[in-house]
Structure formats: structure tokens, C-alpha cells
């Protein structure tokens, strides 16, 4: 199984600062088609998960061009430019290139 | 709008079954992948199953497998999840959730339904 590991935040963040999430795969996620199967989510406080970005650094729909996704095969970030309250919540990474698809431990962001 | 909403969750004995089902809606669900994703209480997001469109693929976590069947029927744009041999390690807030029909990511989630395993 491919395990996805996240790094944490110096938690609370000010608001305003630029934050950087880091998410790293035990296995290149760098499909033969040029792709990434990387994507983020963020999960709101008692809410559902919503999908930010998918193969890598593309955006999904409706999301906040304050997101952006970045990395290698292996090795992934998450930044969001100048962080605001709604951003509050806990973000994973998952990859999407194999079954068992997998999740990272998620990464808590609280702003000040 | 795309919408999908869980039923079927509560409180059941340690070696009982359950059956969740997660009605959608605002899209063709007979086109779409469809998955359960489970979080236990206070931690993180668990992949569950995964069936394709037409039923043809169907995937499982090993912690499920050979305990839980994933399900589908596209006429009742219903999505079911049957789960046997109940353990407590089950306890969690189970989500249904749709693939993109590119990738394997989660585009939309339904609002997750509770299942509690205890004595």
C-alpha cells in the first residue's frame, strides 16, 4: 500500500501569513500518462471534506486561487497565500494512483 | 446540484450487520464511481470500497474485506454499503462520496451517517 505522510503546521498561523502543508508518498504517484494522482481536501470543522486539488496542482471548481499544489513524484505541497478564518480545518492529501486508495494522517491549520 | 445523502446508521452489537444506502442526486448516476470513506471518531479519513459504474470493478480495504459488500443499484441512483461481523474498530462517521470520471478523486461528499459498534 502506498502511505502518505503530512507534516504539521506551527500552529496558530497569523492571519494573512502564507502557509505551506507538505505531503510525501512512499511511492512516486508520477503515472506514465504525465500525470500526478495526487490530490488535496480540505475538511472544515464539522463539516464534510471538499476537494481543493486533484493531479497535483490542479484546482478544483469553485476553489479560491489562494490554493495552490505543487511537487515531484514524490514529494507535495500545499500553499495557501495569505490565510484567512474560512480556511480553518484539517487537510489531507490522498493519492489516486492505486487500490488501496489512501489518505494522509491530515494536517491541522488554526489561525490567529 | 449534485447530492448525496446517507441512511441507514446507528447502534449495533460487536459480530452484528448493517446496511447503509446513499441516495444521489443532480447528476447521472449511472456514470459515475461511487465509494464509502469512514473516520472514526476524532481521527482521519479511511477509504472504505470503491465500485465502478457499471459494477464491473470493485475494490476493498483489507481491514473490510470479506465483512463488508459495496453495492450499487443505477434504476434507485442508490449506493449501499452491507456490513457483516461488526467489530467496534468499525465505529465511524461513514461518508459516500462520487469519483471524477478522469481521476480518482473524491468530487463530491454526501454528509456522513454514524455507525456505533458496542455492546
Known amino acids: 500500500d502506498i502511505v502518505m505522510t503530512q507534516g504539521a503546521l506551527p500552529n496558530p498561523v497569523p492571519s494573512g501569513e502564507s502557509v505551506s502543508i507538505t505531503c510525501r508518498s512512499s511511492?512516486?504517484?508520477?503515472?506514465?500518462?504525465?500525470?500526478?494522482?495526487l490530490n488535496w481536501y480540505l475538511q472544515r470543522p464539522g463539516q464534510s471534506p471538499q476537494l481543493l486539488i486533484y493531479?497535483?496542482?490542479t484546482r478544483a471548481s469553485g476553489v479560491s486561487d489562494r490554493f495552490s499544489g505543487s511537487g515531484s513524484g514524490t514529494d507535495f505541497t500545499l500553499k495557501i497565500s495569505g490565510v484567512e478564518a474560512e480556511d480553518v480545518g484539517v487537510y489531507y492529501c490522498?493519492?489516486?494512483?492505486?487500490?488501496?486508495?489512501?489518505f494522509g494522517s491530515g494536517t491541522k491549520l488554526e489561525i490567529k | 446540484e449534485v447530492q448525496l445523502v446517507e441512511s441507514g446508521g446507528g447502534l449495533v452489537q460487536p459480530g452484528r450487520s448493517l446496511k447503509l444506502s446513499c441516495l444521489a442526486s443532480?447528476?447521472?448516476?449511472?456514470?459515475?464511481?461511487m465509494n464509502w470513506i469512514r473516520q472514526a471518531p476524532g481521527k482521519g479519513l479511511e477509504w472504505v470500497a470503491s465500485?465502478?459504474?457499471?459494477?464491473?470493478?470493485?475494490y476493498y480495504a483489507d481491514t473490510v474485506k470479506g465483512r463488508f459488500t459495496i453495492s450499487r443499484d443505477n434504476a434507485k441512483n442508490t449506493l449501499y454499503l452491507q456490513m457483516t461481523s461488526l467489530r467496534s474498530e468499525d465505529t465511524a462517521l461513514y461518508y459516500c462520496?462520487?469519483?471524477?470520471?478522469?481521476?480518482?478523486?473524491?468530487?463530491?461528499w454526501g454528509q456522513g451517517v454514524m455507525v456505533t459498534v458496542s455492546s
Open positions: 511511492k512516486s504517484l508520477l503515472y506514465s500518462d504525465g500525470k500526478t494522482y
Open positions: 465500485i465502478s459504474s457499471s459494477s464491473s470493478y470493485i
Open positions: 493531479w497535483m496542482s
Open positions: 443532480g447528476f447521472t448516476f449511472s456514470n459515475y464511481g
Open positions: 490522498q493519492q489516486g494512483l492505486e487500490f488501496p486508495l489512501t
Open positions: 462520496a462520487r469519483i471524477g470520471t478522469i481521476a480518482a478523486f473524491f468530487d463530491y
